[in-house]
């Protein structure tokens, strides 16, 4: 019986049309990193282990994809079983058992497993900032568009195997970095034709209330937790504190946190008032001050305070963000990002601040297909077939063939010689715009025959006329 074809899980196959679709995102994309100064930049699938954890919090270290060894690390376990009991049947026995289990914990971690799949492109970067220092002008403006991938749950939305496009800056504290990158972020919706609302907190604010509720050391947990606060709602916000050891006290005190509401200006006296005892809140109060001052006027993104903002992920210390589209029904997150002030200190590099930002272009794919604002012509596509009338017509076809792609126009020659309706019909299954009809007349008149295959007209040119036809 044949094998079924599949695919795993949280991963899928990209049709053409598709395909010219995400590329129109990812050159959207990349064509504002590079005039914002942007350079490409690009690191391996995998990642030594130790690279990837510890530096996503609990939750994500638990999502990370790990590669087991090549080789067979299991041979010295068999050895010793059967230098001790042989290679047939052994009854189970409590020694059995016993000796099983020790023999099993010989195997230690890093012969099973020492390398997994990158979980995003920021830690990657921050390994090869740290690992080529010496190569590198400070501060570094890096762009990489590139797939990563998480053992997650795959619904609506969520995907294990995802494509990332990240831009960062590092070796700079400036927040002129903060506002480059939301008038990055109102480009690169503005050109996709896409309304957004970018939203923003600092973790300097979500410090200064973990502060004032009386357990400061609970930063990360009440952190993690607020971060739910849209998917679970604040009651089940509330449960996950005190699951983690946060006081019924400590979470009062942080309650009025969930009734902010308004505009920056409106929330800021009450943030400046609320938290006027923490040195490290006012520091971020008067961060976001700078940024939102001087985002100037946007296009297409709308800047929000989100207080409840909060961005899990354990390495951000500084301004995050969080991009919602305000059209279309996903609701999800479709890019993120914020300041990091010692992520390669990890990895032995220290005082070097860096900011970035990720787009989702998956999440963003399905919100540009479900609005409709995908360019009815996507190019990448063939313009113009050359019908194949018998091998003296193809032939000549051939010689035409080439200039019309020297002119820059796509263009290709059935390879068969069928029916016409054949022909027309692959040129409508892929969107091919016009045919090039070069039978026995035409060939001896030097003349084409060219169908618009949308409107079904047809107009008889010279040959030296086709291209200024297409063009």
């Known amino acids: 019986m044949a094998q079924k074809p599949s695919i795993p899980k949280g991963t ?24 914002y100064g942007y350079l490409p930049l690009e690191t391996p699938a995998m990642e030594n282990l130790e690279t990837l954890t510890g530096k996503y919090g609990e939750e994500g270290d638990r999502l990370i994809f790990k590669v087991l060894n090549s080789g067979d690390f299991m041979q010295e376990v068999r050895d010793k079983w059967d230098a001790k009991y042989g290679s047939g049947p052994v009854e189970a026995t409590a020694d059995v058992i ?16 020492e390398k997994a799949l990158r979980y995003d492109l ?14 590198i002008a400070f501060p570094f403006k890096r762009y990489q568009i590139q797939p990563v991938w998480r053992a997650d749950r795959p619904q609506k939305g969520r995907y294990r195997e995802f494509y990332q496009c990240d831009a960062d800056v590092i070796g700079s504290k400036s927040l002129l970095s903060e506002v480059e990158l939301v008038q990055l972020f109102d480009d690169v919706f503005t050109a996709l034709d896409l309304q957004v609302a970018v939203k923003i907190n600092d973790r300097k604010v979500l410090a200064g209330i973990a502060e004032i509720s009386g357990q400061p050391e609970k930063v990360v947990d009440i952190v993690t937790a607020i971060d ?10 509330e449960e996950e504190m005190r699951a983690k050891g946060v006081s019924n006290e400590a979470i009062t ?50 800047l929000e305070f989100d207080p409840t903002l909060a961005r899990g992920l354990d390495y951000y210390t500084g ?30 590099l220290k005082n070097m601040s860096g900011v970035g930002i990720s787009f989702g272009a998956d999440r963003i794919y399905d919100v540009l297909l479900e609005t409709g604002k995908f360019p009815a012509e996507l190019g990448g596509s063939t313009k113009l077939l050359f019908a194949n009338f018998g091998e003296t017509e193809a032939l000549h076809c051939l010689k035409l063939l080439r200039q019309v792609r020297e002119s820059g126009i796509a263009a290709e020659l059935y390879p068969d010689t069928v029916k016409m309706a054949k022909q027309f019909k692959y040129a409508d299954d892929k969107g ?40």
């Not at 943030?271 to 296009?299: M, P, R, V, Y």
């Open 12 to 35: 899928r196959d990209f049709s053409p049309v598709e395909m010219l679709r995400r590329k129109y995102i990812f050159n959207t994309i990349e064509r504002v990193f590079q005039k």
């Open 98 to 113: 016993r000796d099983m289990r020790a023999l099993a914990l010989d195997v230690k971690a890093s012969q099973v497993t």
């Open 122 to 135: 920021t830690v990657p970067f921050a390994r090869y900032v740290v690992q080529h220092q010496n190569e």
């Open 228 to 237: 739910k606060l849209d998917k679970i709602g604040q009651e089940k916000v």
């Open 253 to 302: 005190r942080i309650a009025p946190l969930f009734a902010l509401r308004g505009t920056w200006a409106e929330q800021r006296p009450q943030l400046e008032q609320w938290l006027a005892s923490s040195a490290i809140a006012q520091q971020g109060l008067k961060d976001l001050d700078f940024t939102f001052a001087n985002a100037g006027t946007l296009h297409n993104a709308r």
């Open 319 to 348: 301004a995050i963000f969080e991009v919602k589209a305000l059209e279309g029904s996903l609701g999800s997150s479709i890019c993120g990002g914020g300041r990091y002030d010692d992520l390669t200190g990890i990895f032995g």
């Open 432 to 471: 091919i715009a016009f045919v090039a009809i070069l039978g026995e007349n035409e060939l001896k008149q030097g003349i084409i025959t060219v169908k618009d295959m949308k409107s079904g007209e047809q107009r008889a040119v010279k040959e030296d006329e086709l291209i200024t036809l297409l063009s």
